[in-house]
């Protein structure tokens, strides 16, 4: 049995009901980042979000864009972000967190920002997007693995070395003071 075109019970295409998970999951995970005080768990759902955002790549036609999300965010920088926490012994927030005290400000900031990006989106010819994103992501693949794989891999071993610099500072000395 084939699956049809869209789907049977709301009638919308599969594309835009993925489109609207990916960016419920991805909006819900980003204000557990930035509303929890347990670090741990910010950060595990900082991978989630990384996650839905790589989903929505997929979506645009821009694969290779959503395996850097996937290598370099959720596999490098999260994993290092949760190590980093995990070596530190305070595990959880204060009481008052700083920024509840910018909350103001910050809403503010928020709406403009809101709006900015609701201009853009309208303002934006969405027709030709994907074509684009594609022919740019094949350009990008083949100058990265092609043209500059050198300083590709040598990001890479710099990489490596921040992260093996990071455990060896965050360890502690058996009989140190902390």
């Known amino acids: 049995m084939a ?63 959503a395996a850097a999300q996937v290598l370099i965010y959720i596999g490098a920088i999260s994993v ?13 927030a204060p009481v008052r967190l700083v920024f509840q005290s910018q909350a103001v400000p910050a809403a503010v900031l928020a709406v403009v920002l809101a709006l900015v990006v609701a201009l853009a989106a309208v303002g934006t010819d969405w027709g030709a997007v994907p074509e684009r994103l594609a022919t740019a992501t094949e350009a990008l693949a083949g100058l990265v693995f092609r043209d500059y794989i050198l300083p590709f891999e040598v990001v890479g071993v710099l990489l490596l ?17 902390g």
């Open 80 to 92: 290092l972000i949760l190590f980093a926490i995990m070596l530190t012994q305070t595990k959880a």
């Open 161 to 177: 070395a921040a992260v093996v610099g990071a455990v060896f500072l965050a360890r502690r000395e058996e009989g140190a003071e």
């Open 3 to 65: 699956i049809p075109d869209t789907v049977p019970i709301i009638g919308a295409g599969w594309d835009d009901v993925l489109f609207v998970v990916f960016a419920g999951v991805l909006l819900g995970a980003a204000l557990l980042v930035v509303t929890m005080r347990d670090i741990i768990r910010c950060g595990l759902a900082m991978i989630v979000s990384f996650g839905a955002l790589a989903g929505l790549y997929v979506l645009l036609g821009a694969p290779l864009i």
